[in-house]
């Protein structure tokens, strides 16, 4: 007996459309009955369900927890629909079965149901894993072709639906071709836009002040109109005339940026809409709602306005733009200048803005003063450039310590072995009937969640131990940097100030009581009870210290912080390095 089967399903569905209408349960009902079959049971958090996430892509969240879970040896048999809801890609597919069975996890597809596994079967699963590919691809090439002639021969069916202002009229409701007919209300809405900006130069936000004074509702029925919306009305093209199908193409996404308060850490869609030339848009015919020289008057003023804003705006605002983020909600925190009798600059966070979100507001963490945070963290930056060896300490602690740390595994490794020869021992007592049923699972449950517990440690420290050369090559890469630009620091723009502290920050996170550093570094790469000062920005200024840990002496704690301007009482600047 080999012991307990601990068995995972895994379903997806591509389209948030399908999400929505929760397809993916006819996926898990069959894999259920398919592993009922097999005399097994799914415990509930050994369910993977990725939804509205494509096949084309491997970086999926279920998916990538399943890869975590069975690289820790804690599953043993993955439930499948078909090979297509594993991946759509061929090389995904060989990918993903050549790693699970490294790590002694058979997979099962519900569609082979009374095949034998052997090199037939593979050889099946690696034909349907090419076709599907293969069918993908057909199919995304013939609907762009039906669509671009159906664009070609002016068919208005290719939009799907008609912009602010015009009514839709299905093909089926208008003898066989879809049209679009002027809406008489919103029409006016629309014209009465043009105006304002044509005719009177009101900038997009001004726009969108006056439509919430008329208490006019955007399409989806919102009192708040936002730039955006108010911006691809005006520069539409099919309200003087003239629709163009194919304005976008979808292209992959660039890698690094931070995902938006809410959003999922991996976006659903790997490829993001581009900009198309005006030469491969095809032009459709529909009636007007403006004149095409109000049309032209409009973008005119709108190119007007933003060259006043560059010029408003030129070079760099501030030196932390884009890397400031608040830790209570995870919004933006952004750098806003006061002028007046006291003028003073700040960092605060958007979720407390109350005209965002109809006069509400999601969070009240507090500003912080500008000057004094770019100050501190450009100098922080600065001592780690003129002294990359501090790198090189912490690399030598480690190297003195990974002796233990290999014994600790060995010892956690045979603890696992012990733990599992438990299990196996149980369970051949329970079908030999030396046990009850009632008796061996009040034994199985805590028994097995022990193992679970140990496999997860011997994961975590084996992890560890493969990232502890880390610190030397980052160390040599500092050590570049600081040979290229160390001479110029004091001296250095804020151009120039921005690309460093980007090359070496991912993030500053601004909590209730703390400011917290988060370097672009390897996960762990210094000392986390650091013996005197003079080790990385292990510092925290709140009573949130952890036993052990020291304060450096450049931290602020709020009771000295006296003559802090206008700001005085916002978070203190303890930074801490952290693996993100």
């Known amino acids: 007996m080999n012991g307990i089967v601990r068995v995972a399903l895994y379903a997806r569905v591509s389209s948030q459309q399908q999400a929505d209408a929760n397809t993916i349960t006819s996926q898990i009902q069959a894999i259920e009955q398919r592993v009922a079959a097999d005399g097994l049971r799914i415990d509930p958090d050994c369910r993977f369900c990725d939804e509205g996430y494509s096949g084309s892509e491997l970086l999926r969240p279920a998916l990538e927890t399943l890869r975590d879970r069975v690289a820790a040896s804690l599953i043993d048999r993955i439930y499948v629909h078909s090979p297509d809801r594993l991946a759509r890609k061929y090389a995904h597919q060989a990918l993903l079965l050549e790693e699970f069975e490294k790590h002694d996890c058979k997979i099962i597809f519900g569609d082979h149901q009374g095949i034998a596994d052997n090199p037939e079967t593979n050889l099946l699963i690696q034909m349907q894993g090419v076709i599907a590919e293969y069918e993908r691809e057909k199919i995304l090439e013939r609907t762009r072709r039906g669509r671009r002639h159906a664009a070609a021969s002016g068919n208005l069916s290719v939009f799907g639906g008609a912009p602010y202002g015009y009514r839709y009229i299905k093909k089926t409701s208008a003898g066989g071709k879809a049209d679009w007919q002027v809406d008489p209300v919103r029409s006016k809405h629309v014209?009465?836009?043009?105006?304002?900006?044509?005719?009177?130069?009101?900038?997009?936000?001004?726009?969108?002040?006056?439509?919430?004074?008329?208490?006019?509702?955007?399409?989806?029925?919102?009192?708040?109109?936002?730039?955006?919306?108010?911006?691809?009305?005006?520069?539409?093209?099919?309200?003087?005339?003239?629709?163009?199908?194919?304005?976008q193409r979808m292209v992959p996404r660039k890698p690094?940026?931070?995902?938006?308060?809410?959003?999922?850490?991996?976006?659903?869609?790997?490829?993001?809409?581009?900009?198309?030339?005006?030469?491969?848009?095809?032009?459709?015919?529909?009636?007007?709602?403006?004149?095409?020289?109000?049309?032209?008057?409009?973008?005119?003023?709108?190119?007007?306005?933003?060259r006043r804003q560059r010029e408003r705006q030129s070079g760099v605002k501030h030196l932390l733009s884009g890397l400031t983020v608040c830790?209570?909600?995870?919004?933006?925190?952004?750098?806003?200048?006061?002028?007046?009798?006291?003028?003073?600059?700040?960092?605060?966070?958007?979720?407390?803005?109350?005209?965002?979100?109809?006069?509400?507001?999601?969070?009240?963490?507090?500003?912080?003063?500008?000057?004094?945070?770019?100050?501190?963290?450009?100098?922080?930056?600065?001592?780690?450039?003129?002294?990359?060896?501090?790198?090189?300490?912490?690399?030598n602690r480690r190297q003195q310590e990974s002796s233990s740390g290999e014994a600790n595994y060995q010892a956690l490794s045979r603890r696992v072995d012990q733990v599992r020869g438990r299990l196996d021992r149980l369970i051949d007592a329970y079908e030999s009937g030396l046990l009850e049923k009632q008796e061996f699972e009040d034994r199985i449950v805590p028994l097995r969640s022990e193992h679970d517990r140990e496999v997860l440690a011997l994961s975590s420290l084996r992890g560890e131990l493969n990232q502890q050369d880390d610190a030397a090559t980052a160390e040599v890469v500092l050590s570049q940097l600081s040979a290229e630009v160390g001479a110029g620091l004091s001296t250095a723009s804020i151009e120039l100030k921005r690309d460093i502290i980007k090359l070496l920050i991912r993030r500053v996170e601004i909590h209730r009581e703390e400011i917290r550093l988060v370097y672009k570094v390897p996960q762990n790469?210094?000392?986390?009870?650091?013996?005197?000062?003079?080790?990385?920005?292990?510092?925290?200024?709140?009573?949130?210290?952890p036993t052990g840990m020291k304060t450096c002496a450049n931290a602020w704690p709020r009771q000295a912080k006296k003559n802090a301007g206008p700001l005085e009482g916002g978070p203190a600047f303890g930074l801490v390095s952290l693996p993100d």
């Open 191 to 247: 014209a009465w836009m043009f105006k304002l900006v044509g005719q009177q130069g009101y900038s997009l936000a001004g726009v969108c002040r006056e439509l919430q004074k008329q208490g006019i509702k955007t399409a989806k029925g919102n009192v708040k109109w936002n730039t955006t919306t108010v911006h691809d009305i005006l520069t539409n093209t099919a309200y003087h005339g003239q629709a163009r199908y194919g304005k």
């Open 256 to 306: 690094g940026k931070r995902a938006k308060r809410g959003d999922p850490p991996i976006p659903r869609q790997a490829k993001v809409t581009q900009n198309t030339p005006l030469e491969e848009q095809v032009v459709i015919s529909v009636p007007p709602i403006v004149s095409l020289s109000l049309f032209e008057q409009v973008e005119k003023t709108m190119q007007e306005n933003r």
């Open 327 to 395: 830790g209570q909600c995870g919004s933006a925190y952004c750098g806003h200048r006061q002028r007046g009798k006291r003028e003073y600059f700040s960092y605060r966070c958007i979720g407390g803005d109350r005209y965002r979100r109809g006069d509400q507001t999601i969070c009240d963490n507090r500003a912080t003063n500008g000057d004094r945070l770019e100050e501190y963290i450009w100098s922080e930056v600065c001592k780690l450039l003129h002294d990359p060896g501090r790198l090189r300490v912490e690399l």
């Open 525 to 545: 790469p210094f000392d986390r009870r650091p013996a005197s000062q003079g080790f990385l920005q292990h510092c925290l200024a709140c009573a949130e210290i």
